[in-house]
């Protein structure tokens, strides 16, 4: 998964797949057009899934969703499968389901699609104005590989006294929310897992605040940010 829209270490997990004779399966639902090594998200394991919802760097009027692989057979089953396993109409062969991408959604998408790598470049703009201008010593900031192994789905930073902060930030009228608030083993739907702890997962769910970033954001909305997290001062180290 390459997640808050950076590429994972897709050498290294290559390099461990081909060892085990594995297949890889990427996330890239928050990393359109990142890319490592000049290669793009979705194009590095057997097959990808990308999202469409909304919310999503490229994000449709309503969910969608497409999946990329450069396996013929496997991309001819699939086609089958979205479409009740059927490749003809009224036989089929496999027991598929209905998941085809609908035609408006498409349509958005692919006028969106122009805009995709002029609304990346935004969003590295404020990510980079963050990196550069957030000094305040109580917020851990996140680090990139190089500069266009990110796509800044979203800018997530990390501080002891997260709760507080965002109370603060919110007084001042700027939204901050948390990806993700609960991990997966203490989520009810893994009961099995409720009662084992990983304790550098709980940290970071206790310690994760996303910081608004956006393709229409103004850069003076995010020098405000900036020096609000730079004034936090409660419980700067
Ligand atoms: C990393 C990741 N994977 C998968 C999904 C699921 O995408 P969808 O809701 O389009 O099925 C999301 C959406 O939130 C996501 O962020």
């Not at 470049?121 to 963050?130: G, I």
């Not at 109370?167 to 948390?178: F, H, K, P, R, V």
């Amino acid at each position: 998964m390459h997640l808050y829209g950076q590429l994972a270490d897709m050498p290294a997990i290559m390099d461990i797949a081909k060892c085990h004779e594995l297949l890889v399966l990427e996330d890239s639902a928050q990393a359109h057009g990142a890319s490592l090594e000049g290669k793009r998200a979705g194009s590095w394991g057997d097959a990808s899934g990308f999202s469409f919802y909304p919310g999503k760097n490229l994000g449709a009027l309503g969910d969608a969703g497409a999946i990329t692989t450069s396996d013929e057979a496997l991309a001819h089953t699939l086609r089958a499968l979205r479409n009740y396993g059927s490749h003809e109409k009224y036989k089929n062969l496999y027991q598929g389901i209905n998941s085809r991408l609908d035609e408006i959604q498409a349509a958005m998408l692919s006028v969106k699609l122009k805009y995709l790598d002029k609304e990346i470049a935004h969003r590295r703009q404020v990510a980079n104005a963050y990196l550069e201008g957030i000094k305040n010593k109580a917020i851990i900031l996140p680090t990139q590989e190089n500069d266009s192994a990110h796509v800044w789905h979203v800018f997530v930073i990390r501080c002891k006294h997260r709760d507080a902060l965002q109370t603060y930030l919110a007084e001042n009228g700027i939204q901050a929310l948390i990806h993700y608030p609960i991990p997966p083993h203490q989520q009810p739907a893994y009961k099995e897992w409720n009662k084992l702890s990983y304790l550098i997962s709980e940290k970071m769910h206790d310690e994760v605040l996303s910081l608004p970033i956006g393709p229409t954001m103004t850069m003076e909305d995010v020098t405000t940010i900036i020096q609000r997290c730079n004034d936090f001062w409660m419980y700067s180290e």
